[in-house]
């Protein structure tokens, strides 16, 4: 067997360089998010996931959530059937351990993270860069398990587009989604602007019939822009804005406001997120300078609660805003030669600033959070045709943490021919004691409420990250491929658990901490092809293999009761995307999401009080097909209707939780039933 081994590994290379008509496009693919400057996806020392706009349209991704789920060792699921908050996991860890940027920017907070996957819409959306692994010594402080950077659309000509896609969900709920976009640019193109707009109608879904929703109520809209400014030849300003409103709302009785329901739970979201960036590029193209400047303000009304039938209407309202500013520098110098081979310096300082406040009306406590995170990063990246060795570290002061935190990287990469890659790497990350994360929201669970503080000696979390991959093209006669076998290990110390501490009776609370466990490990392999068998033909599947446990005795699921699993975290799971063109104007589209076996905690309702229960869910098998039809007109116009069938063999929780006292986060496996979509986008 390892004379096997050892002559396949020496025969890679004679296969990758023996081809000559490989199609090299997506190994040409600009990426940003591995090494912060522009490089191609061949030479970037990390691999990098892309998510393009051609991909969201075959998947029918309204949503960045629901383009994130064909991207290998990524996984988004619905966690509440009341509020309709979704998470996603990158290499089995949560969504805590994962930096959402826009831009390369980090000012998607706290508040913003809960609702994040469902209020990007892909409108605002050119493309999704995915960095597996360790990112916390560019990224910072929860890139732990990986960094999911949106990069917003940019003016590249003059064009239009307007689209609708409608859903009929189970069969009875209405969800439709419209959008635009826009652009024009100067003939002389130094400057431009991309606007883009989207609105979306989601009646609520209740799928066992017990007046209760699966999926909620949802109304929103996002508007914004994209636009750049060459002033002089060697400089460019680039200036990005959105705003989001978005009401939701998940429970019963939706014909009736939400104090008035037994159960609701949701809010009214006003998000403002802006970009402003300045770079300096000289004729050399051996320097590069940037300045820039991010910001997000979230307004928040909300209402979670039940209500109980000797009382006329509730009182759970809540009020949040939070304020997120991150500004900085960087620069890079291409350096000849350093030492021994060429070399790009990276040097960059940022000052991130968040301000919450949150206060539960008829609750004399009013959360606030200030948080200031002053960061340094340096990076030196050696890099020649065939190696690249990229060594760099980042000083975050976090005013969570007393002292100053220190978080190296290392990467290598080794291409002995243009179509064969090994990457190695080496990350170690951290996760400060915020007091407000994504899971510390006043919730529903069996009629009761529920709240989460940090323990008095709570200590931030450290990762250490491991990674290395094989990325091979090839050619075997008619059939071109891309081959991506990534293997991964991260270990957590002083890991994050939630713990009922007491159930506060007078206030109708319980009350859960967040201590630190002994720590964690994950581990797992991801593999990632592209298959074209004909050139009609094109193939894209990705499966991980992973194993997420807690050290020691584990966390605490019932009291006295350990577990060593986490919570939500499959051991196998995989996606699948085919496209066959049998002529030019005609596409066969089939999508498929597969999640096996995993744990779930069950808090069920019994006659003297509830009980926890764990489960370990059926495996899902979520399948689509989608027929797409191209009809040209003009020079450069062209309308395309479609038509399609999501999660065709109905594969859907089948023992959800029913009535005023069910567990809303008992949810798993698909977040949608048998759905059926029709589209329509004209382009000119």
């Excluded at 030479?43 to 991909?55: K, M, N, S």
């Excluded at 976009?181 to 003939?187: E, G, K, M, P």
């Amino acid at each position: 067997m390892k004379k096997i081994l050892i002559s396949i590994i020496f025969l890679l290379p004679l296969v990758a360089s023996a081809q000559s008509h490989h199609d090299t496009v997506r190994l040409r693919q600009v990426v940003v998010t591995a090494t912060q400057h522009a490089t191609t996806r061949s030479e970037a020392p990390t691999a990098v996931g892309i998510i393009d706009g051609g991909q969201m349209e075959n998947v029918n991704a309204v949503n960045l959530g629901q383009a994130l789920n064909f991207s290998t060792g990524l996984r988004v699921e619905n966690t509440c059937q009341n509020c309709g908050a979704n998470e996603v996991r990158i290499n089995g860890l949560g969504q805590a351990y994962s930096q959402i940027l826009i831009d390369s920017r980090p000012v998607n907070n706290a508040l913003a993270g809960v609702y994040l996957l469902d209020q990007l819409p892909t409108a605002l959306i050119d493309r999704v860069e995915v960095l597996r692994g360790g990112g916390s010594a560019l990224y910072g402080s929860n890139a732990i398990a990986g960094v999911i950077n949106v990069i917003t659309r940019e003016p590249h000509s003059n064009a239009a587009s307007v689209g609708n896609t409608t859903s009929l969900i189970g069969g009875r709920s209405w969800d439709f989604s419209n959008s635009f976009n826009a652009s024009v640019v100067t003939d002389d193109r130094r400057a431009g602007i991309a606007v883009f707009g989207h609105n979306r109608h989601r009646d609520p879904y209740d799928h066992n019939d017990d007046g209760y929703s699966e999926t909620g109520l949802l109304k929103a809209r996002m508007v914004g822009f994209r636009g750049y400014l060459r002033a002089t030849e060697f400089s460019k300003l680039n200036l990005e804005y959105h705003n989001i409103h978005d009401f939701r709302r998940g429970g019963d009785h939706f014909d009736l406001p939400s104090p008035m329901a037994h159960i609701s739970e949701g809010g009214e979201h006003d998000i403002h997120s802006a970009n402003l960036k300045w770079d300096w590029l000289p004729a050399s193209g051996l320097r590069h300078a940037s300045l820039f400047a991010s910001l997000q303000h979230v307004d928040r009304q909300s209402y979670y609660g039940e209500r109980d039938d000797s009382e006329p209407f509730g009182t759970a309202y809540g009020y949040t805003q939070d304020l997120t500013l991150n500004y900085g520098a960087l620069y890079s110098r291409h350096l000849d030669t350093l030492w021994f081979m060429p070399a790009e310096l990276t040097a960059g300082i940022e000052h991130t600033l968040d301000r919450l406040q949150d206060h539960t009306y008829g609750s004399p406590d009013t959360l606030r959070q200030n948080i200031g995170i002053l960061s340094a990063y340096l990076q030196n990246e050696w890099k020649s045709l065939y190696w690249s060795i990229l060594v760099g570290g980042r000083l975050d002061k976090h005013t969570m943490i007393d002292a100053p935190v220190v978080s190296p990287r290392l990467n290598l990469r080794y291409s002995p021919t243009d179509h064969l890659a090994f990457r190695a790497g080496y990350a170690s990350g951290f996760r400060a004691p915020q007091v407000y994360d994504e899971d510390l929201h006043v919730g529903a669970v069996n009629g009761e409420l529920y709240k989460i503080t940090n323990a008095p000696d709570l200590r931030m979390e450290r990762s250490h990250s491991f990674t290395g991959s094989a990325d091979l093209c090839f050619h075997l006669g008619s059939l071109e491929a891309d081959l991506l076998v990534e293997g991964f290990y991260t270990r957590i110390s002083d890991a994050f658990v939630n713990e009922l501490l007491f159930d506060d009776t007078t206030s109708g609370y319980l009350h859960y901490e967040r201590r630190n466990a002994d720590g964690a490990e994950v581990m797992g392999v991801n593999v990632e092809m592209t298959l074209s068998p004909i050139e009609a033909m094109r193939i894209q599947l990705g499966g991980t293999w992973q194993r997420s446990r807690y050290t020691g005795q584990g966390k605490e699921w019932d009291e006295g009761q350990y577990e060593r699993r986490m919570e939500r975290t499959p051991d196998l799971y995989a996606y699948l995307t085919g496209i066959y063109t049998p002529w030019k104007r005609l596409q066969l589209i089939a999508t498929g999401i597969f999640t096996g076996p995993m744990l779930v905690y069950h808090n069920v309702s019994t006659a003297i009080g509830s009980e926890v229960q764990k489960v370990t869910t059926d495996p899902f098998l979520d399948l689509s097909l989608k027929v797409a039809y191209s009809i040209p007109f003009g020079e450069s116009s062209q309308l395309e209707l479609s038509v399609g069938i999501q999660n065709l063999f109905d594969s859907y929780q089948r023992d959800l939780d029913s009535g005023p006292e069910r567990d809303a986060a008992y949810i798993y496996g698909p977040s949608l039933p048998r759905t059926f979509i029709a589209g329509a986008k004209l382009t000119i």
